[in-house]
């Protein structure tokens, strides 16, 4: 079955520091959307990548779908504690199908 | 909007006994979905509802799991006999209706379920 794979698994940074988990699938993807989900919270919707190549930006979160529809990543710069929590993509590779999730990166951030 | 509500928010049962939780959607998405997350992992899909209907239950462990969404609003799932392994959080997420594009999930708070 369709399988998204994410990477790092864990990722520990200094306030300031620049962050970017990584996402990868064998197969193309219709779309791709990320979530954040704090300790003891929910998955919360950030964003959806339809387009090859597409690149959006919510202030200091740059995310990226790459040419093939393959691979997705978010970069977060200059990370402050608030950015704490574990980072989702979610991908589907037709369409209207539900979204199949990654393991998830867990960022922590240290003042 | 209100978001998705869930009930209860935690559950202690012992195994082979069964449970239910409940979800009610964002008022108008016609999508409503089902994910497991065990701890330490990315959510599950376990079934996709389209109004009343059944989209993807490829996941849903029939012999234990059944879910249901009568009225196309909200809907319950329930697990009988419960396993150890059944422990996680069971999360209900809604989205606008599909019609051949993807849209972003509203999840609920989740219930998360303990087996002893």
């Known amino acids: 079955g369709q399988q998204v794979m994410q990477i790092p698994q864990y990722q520990h940074v200094q306030e300031g520091e620049d962050f970017t988990t990584y996402c990868n699938s064998s197969?193309?993807?219709?779309?791709i959307q990320w979530y954040k989900q704090r300790p003891g919270g929910h998955p919360v919707f950030l964003i959806q990548?339809?387009?090859?190549?597409e690149v959006k930006k919510q202030k200091r979160l740059t995310f990226q779908f790459g040419e093939a529809k393959k691979n997705s990543s978010l970069h977060i710069t200059a990370t402050q504690t608030t950015d704490v929590g574990t980072y989702f993509c979610?991908?589907?590779?037709?369409?209207?199908?539900?979204?199949?999730f990654g393991k998830g990166t867990t960022l922590s951030v240290s003042s | 909007e209100a978001g998705v509500a869930q009930s209860p928010r935690y559950k202690i049962i012992e195994k082979r006994q069964s449970v239910a939780f409940w979800c009610n959607p964002i008022s108008g998405h016609a999508t409503l979905y089902w994910y497991q997350q065990i701890l330490g992992q990315g959510p599950k899909l376990l079934i996709q509802f389209q109004n009343n209907g059944v989209v993807d239950d490829s996941q849903l462990p029939k012999d234990r799991f059944s879910a249901e969404r009568l009225k196309g609003v909200d809907s319950t799932l329930k697990i009988q006999p419960a396993k150890l392994e059944d422990s996680a959080v069971y999360l209900c997420?809604?989205?606008?209706?599909?019609?051949?594009?993807?849209?972003?999930?509203?999840f609920g708070s989740g219930t998360r379920l303990t087996v002893v």
């Open positions: 197969t193309t993807l219709s779309n």
């Open positions: 979610a991908a589907s590779n037709q369409a209207g199908t539900a979204l199949i």
């Open positions: 997420a809604s989205s606008q209706r599909t019609g051949g594009r993807n849209y972003g999930y509203t």
């Open positions: 990548l339809v387009k090859s190549g």
